[in-house]
């Protein structure tokens, strides 16, 4: 089974802190992808890479990057975190280039963040 | 753009019984693919059952399935014998083929199964 990992479960920071949010995936996906998730708005794509290095912004990008340095791990970096970036963030994999009907994604379990 | 609607915020069914999620969508594609995906209390997210557009028959896993109405641009899910398991945020999802990342959720359902 495909496993994705997020570092951490649970994370409280302070408004201005920069914020490394970590992802890891065992089965050599080409595509990774962060998602916020919020009450009422489901899933929101905030930045997708389909290789190493390469990184596409989604519909909600502005206060937010990534890095992709190696095939397995993908990061999402809040430069100076806000209390409206208090949210759950997911991260899923997907083989292949891009999504597609016959390469689901496959998500961690989550990071729910506090800003305060 | 198009958009996923999830009409039913929260539901409950009773075990063993019956149950259907709503979803409609809005496209003008002809061709594209639906998704029902489940995330329990674990948090994390899983593929219950995925439909292509240009099929007609309605798609069915063990005791999930669907009910594509193409022309009503619909989309409900109905779980059957409802188990104490099945409790989870059930989110709809909408993915133009030959886009390379833009899969758009609904607000999500919250199902409770009661014993």
């Known amino acids: 089974d495909v496993k994705v990992t997020q570092s951490s479960r649970y994370l409280v920071k302070r408004t201005g802190e920069k914020v490394f949010l970590e992802c890891v995936q065992d089965m050599d996906h080409e595509n990774m992808f962060w998602y916020r998730q919020d009450p009422g708005l489901g899933l929101r794509l905030i930045y997708f890479s389909y290789d190493v290095k390469m990184k596409e912004k989604g519909d909600i990008p502005e206060g937010y990057s990534v890095s992709r340095e190696k095939k397995e791990r993908f990061s999402l970096i809040l430069e100076s975190a806000s209390t409206n970036q208090t949210s759950m963030y997911l991260c899923a994999s997907s083989l292949g280039w891009g999504l597609s009907y016959n390469s689901p994604l496959h998500f961690g379990n989550g990071t729910r963040l506090t800003v305060t | 753009a198009q958009t996923v609607t999830q009409s039913q915020p929260e539901m409950s069914v009773q075990e063993a019984e019956t149950v259907t999620l709503s979803c409609t969508y809005d496209?003008?594609?002809?061709?594209?693919?639906l998704f029902w995906y489940k995330q329990p209390p674990s948090r994390q997210m899983i593929l219950v059952i995925r439909?292509?557009?240009?099929?007609?028959q309605n798609a069915t896993e063990n005791r999930f399935s669907v009910n594509f109405q193409k022309a009503a641009k619909s989309f409900s899910l109905k779980i059957s014998d409802s188990q104490l398991g099945d409790t989870a945020m059930y989110f709809c999802a909408f993915m133009k083929p030959y886009n390379n990342n833009d899969m758009r959720f609904g607000a999500g359902t919250r199902l409770t199964v009661k014993p």
């Open positions: 496209t003008s594609e002809n061709n594209y693919y």
């Open positions: 439909q292509e557009a240009y099929k007609q």
